[in-house]
């Protein structure tokens, strides 16, 4: 039995009839031979070497994998190298000065370029600036910044002294950054005054402010002007001015730090099953291997490409496939600071026209609403340049996935629907557009050397068709090596569903469900823990409850995840109050205040349903499945465990008459 936690509704339904990937396309794909997948197998784990030949070693490494500490592996160990050299050093020396690094597109229609000899000059000048302020190898330096180009420069600049970097969302909130902060005892920021949002002057750096006075540690901050004499700020001690301290040291470069491979290249906090953000370690040898062949495989990016992946650096797609990735192919990558509907719905279609995009990836959640705002804004521009689609974030359903292909893809497009995580570090499950067969709603196979299997409880694999849990029973190279709050907490979180440490069986639990069809084609229906993903966000349900309870007058809250109109997910949040306590508007709007001031809008539950009590168990555990069954007005379970079961038909009337 799996939980349906954030199910897309439409998932469930059987792939639609698969389709072969165009003749035109298959003739140019990087990858196209079907026999990689036997010679990833037969040559396991040295299969991986082909990625990490995509790289530029300054030692070799000893050993493609080492297991004798499971689930603690080590990939390409002995091996040294610097991502930054990666990134761009080795395609100047190249001679792809010139060839366009970053593309980027302003908020408000500002263009720039980044050669690779502007990246690589921004770079040097920025990492030549952390030192001076005092920055040292293996410091976390913190990365609060929306999309402009200062954060791939500060990236990159951080991986250059090998000082790992944890990016924070912008759209988080003051707490959420002080909370990362804190668990990374980080004393390093660069953040901006603040960025236009639609249009509007938004202050970054009042919550900056307010996360900093919670934090005991002393923190040097830098601050990017990006609205310049729009929002006016002043700087207080221990803070400077990006461009000032740039210039001070214009000109200036910096070697790439040697970093082994296992090295930590960045944190990433994600939502675990606790209210706790999870930090997630990466390291810099695997990690850059596997995005580099992935990047390579699945969004068959080539040099000359110009690639757009419209997701936001501040979350790992961001990371593995704006940055990392097509930085480490030599590519151009498009960078996009605004929405996809401002000034106009079809924003993303004149810049996929003024550059000519050759493979565009994004999430189904934009789809979906791309689909909802009708072809017309498509139809205006010319999408012929473009080659490829990718999604990532969430299922995509036969019905989107058709759409995107008629009229993003021009009709025959192939479209790779790619499952990973901030765990796995890069795709994990897709298909090889040059290779295999697509299947509308279905991801797809495990990569090439990956094993990806849906298994029951018992870690059998299930039957095509049957539902069960996505595990992956091998190592990989982008793994996560461990959590940054302790190799415990990895173990439990991940390892301990599946595995059989007796047995020598280390087996990564996902924690989403899925089905698996004959030709191994996995669909994958959402999470199974206290996870909801929202428009391809991960929340945690604990983090957004204790938001909630936070606030005056509330007693109790249990939230869970509603399929929305359209396909996606909603939070809905049930909430009871203290007994003087009105439950009225004004309450449900500090309810919602209180959520986005301490993880951010994003978490803005859809609903707030109030009750006097919420549904228990005899035991006192809250029945959110019951609730999440209300939620989505589907057949209610048994709820003769209850201790209170006339409550349920109380919330039920109390959402009718909403
Ligand atoms: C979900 C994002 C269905 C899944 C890269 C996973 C998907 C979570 C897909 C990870 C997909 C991601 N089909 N579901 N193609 N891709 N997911 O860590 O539930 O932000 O566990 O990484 O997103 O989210 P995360």
Not at 131 to 156: F, H, K, Q, S
Not at 275 to 286: D, I, Y
Request: aromatic share 10%; glycine share 10%; net charge negative.
């Amino acid at each position: 039995m799996v939980d349906r936690n954030g199910w897309d509704a439409d998932a469930s339904v059987p792939a639609g009839p698969s389709h072969d990937p165009p003749a035109s396309f298959v003739e140019q794909a990087n990858v196209t031979d079907e026999a990689v997948y036997e010679a990833f197998e037969e040559e396991w784990p040295d299969c991986w070497e082909r990625a990490a030949d995509l790289l530029s070693w300054e030692r070799p490494y000893d050993d493609v994998l080492v297991d004798d500490d499971a689930p603690f592996y080590e990939w390409f160990s002995g091996g040294r190298l610097n991502a930054s050299y990666n990134c761009l050093d080795r395609h100047l020396e190249a001679g792809r000065k010139t060839h366009a690094a970053i593309r980027w597109e302003g908020k408000r229609g500002e263009r720039e370029t980044y050669t690779y000899q502007d990246l690589a000059t921004a770079v040097n000048e920025f990492a030549a600036t952390l030192l001076d302020l005092g920055v040292e190898e293996n410091d976390i330096v913190t990365l609060y910044l929306p999309m402009i180009p200062e954060l791939p420069i500060a990236m990159l600049a951080c991986a250059r002294i090998g000082a790992p970097h944890s990016v924070v969302f912008a759209g988080l909130s003051a707490d959420a950054l002080a909370t990362r902060m804190d668990a990374a005892d980080s004393e390093y920021l660069v953040t901006c005054d603040g960025y236009y949002r639609r249009g509007d002057a938004f202050n970054q750096k009042s919550k900056v402010d307010n996360a900093l006075i919670s934090l005991d540690q002393d923190v040097e901050t830098v601050v990017v002007d990006r609205l310049g004499d729009d929002l006016p700020h002043v700087l207080g001690e221990r803070e400077y001015d990006y461009d000032e301290l740039v210039t001070a040291h214009a000109g200036e470069t910096v070697e790439p730090v040697t970093r082994n491979a296992e090295d930590m290249l960045f944190l990433m906090y994600t939502s675990g099953t606790t209210g706790e953000p999870k930090g997630v370690v990466h390291t810099t040898g695997g990690y850059l291997a596997h995005v580099a062949w992935s990047s390579r495989a699945v969004l068959d990016i080539k040099p000359e490409d110009t690639y757009w992946c419209a997701a936001d650096i501040g979350w790992i797609t961001g990371h593995s496939y704006i940055v990392y990735g097509p930085l480490a192919l030599g590519t151009t990558t498009v960078m996009y600071e605004g929405t996809p509907d401002y000034p106009d719905r079809d924003r993303l279609w004149e810049i996929v026209e003024k550059n000519a995009v050759d493979v565009f990836y994004t999430a189904p959640t934009a789809i979906r609403a791309f689909m909802k705002w009708g072809e017309e804004y498509p139809e205006r521009h010319d999408l012929s340049s473009l080659r490829l689609l990718g999604t990532v974030g969430e299922a995509i359903s036969a019905r989107p996935w058709r759409w995107y292909r008629e009229h993003i893809g021009g009709g025959d497009a192939p479209i790779v629907d790619t499952w990973w995580q901030t765990e796995t570090g890069a795709i994990t499950v897709s298909t090889l557009p040059g290779v295999d067969a697509m299947k509308p709603g279905s991801a797809g196979p495990g990569l090439p050397g990956i094993d990806a299997r849906v298994v029951d409880a018992d870690g059998e694999d299930v039957d095509p068709g049957e539902t069960g849990y996505l595990t992956i029973a091998r190592p990989w190279p982008g793994m996560a090596r461990t959590l940054y709050d302790g190799d415990d907490r990895f173990r439990s979180e991940y390892w301990s569903q599946f595995s059989d440490p007796d047995d020598g069986r280390w087996w990564y639990f996902s924690g989403d469900a899925a089905t698996i069809d004959e030709d191994g084609y996995i669909t994958v229906l959402g999470r199974v823990d206290d996870v909801i993903n929202v428009s391809g966000r991960r929340l945690s349900t604990m983090e957004i409850e204790s938001a909630i309870t936070g606030v005056d007058g509330v007693v109790e809250a249990a939230v869970v995840g509603r399929s929305g109109e359209g396909g996606g997910t909603e939070i809905y949040a049930y909430v009871s109050t203290e007994a003087d306590c009105e439950p009225d508007a004004t309450l449900r709007e500090r309810i919602v205040e209180g959520v986005e001031s301490s993880i951010g809008p994003i978490a803005t539950p859809a609903s707030v349903v109030f009750t006097p009590e919420l549904p228990k168990t005899r035991s006192g555990k809250i029945m959110r499945r019951l609730l999440e069954d209300v939620a989505n007005g589907d057949q209610l379970g048994d709820t003769s465990a209850l201790r209170n079961p006339e409550i349920v038909g109380e919330i039920q009337t109390e959402i009718q008459t909403e």
